[in-house]
């Protein structure tokens, strides 16, 4: 062979591998370019998911925090109500209290002194059966009303925290 055919056959060669790996080369970033693709669309579809999923339990969150705050919204109006039912009740009380339209009595003790259980002298409203009884003062009686009025209104505070912790540990 003559050497021009040396270097035809040398730069022929030396062509079909310069076009066979860049073939190749071609043939390789486009099937990374495909499998980084689908990757990135299964990750995009992941990322997707999570987001609606987290949107989706927010949802829920949500719904049930306004749940439980119209319950405890409820719950407090009815413990004002009640609170509110129960002043008045007391200020109706401290009123008749003041205007002697009514009196408190105590029960006196029929051991102690000469009691022989028949009253010494009956009033003219009528006569009692059973045991003696004293008026109490009016004052007294003042006191002895705002005394259980605050009462009335801790067990009420009380009653709405007990429902208020019985709400949220739910």
Request: overall charge positive; some cysteine.
């Amino acid at each position: 062979m003559k050497p021009l055919d040396w270097q035809l056959l040398a730069l022929a060669l030396l062509l079909g591998l310069a076009m066979g790996g860049g073939a190749a080369w071609a043939w390789q970033a486009n099937s990374y370019e495909k499998a980084l693709a689908l990757q990135d669309a299964d990750h995009r579809r992941e990322r997707e998911d999570a987001a609606t999923g987290a949107i989706n339990r927010l949802g829920q969150e949500q719904t049930q925090r306004r749940t439980l705050e119209d319950r405890l919204q409820a719950s407090d109006q009815a413990h004002y109500q009640e609170l509110l039912d129960a002043q008045h009740i007391q200020a109706r009380l401290r009123d008749r209290l003041a205007t002697a339209d009514l009196r408190l009595s105590v029960l006196l003790d029929a051991t102690q002194g000469g009691y022989c259980g028949v009253p010494a002298t009956t009033g003219a409203v009528g006569v009692v059966h059973g045991g003696i009884r004293a008026n109490l003062d009016p004052r007294h009686a003042q006191r002895i009303i705002s005394i259980t009025d605050r009462g009335d209104k801790g067990l009420i505070a009380l009653k709405a925290c007990q429902a208020y912790v019985r709400a949220i540990t739910r």
